[in-house]
């Protein structure tokens, strides 16, 4: 994925304190971005038949690792 698939984002800031945080600090949103690749990654898996493990997953990725799969099929 780029950043040409993700969706507008209203980014503004909002004061808070987070005892547990260093400094009163928080995350800002990061952590809930992590299993979308994965996501992502196993539905093209499902879809395809073929696992990509590097990012960024391309259309050029994915028709190199079926071909590959298919390959090693026929030896």
């Known amino acids: 994925m780029t950043i040409k698939d993700a969706p507008e984002i209203f980014s503004g800031i909002v004061d808070s304190y987070e005892p547990r945080g260093p400094f009163g600090a928080k995350e800002i949103g990061e952590g809930s971005t ?40 026929t030896r």
């Open 34 to 73: 992590l299993p979308v690749l994965g996501a992502v990654a196993h539905a093209i898996a499902n879809a395809t038949g073929v696992w990509i493990k590097d990012l960024p997953i391309t259309p050029e990725k994915i028709l190199k690792a079926i071909q590959e799969k298919q390959a090693s099929k």
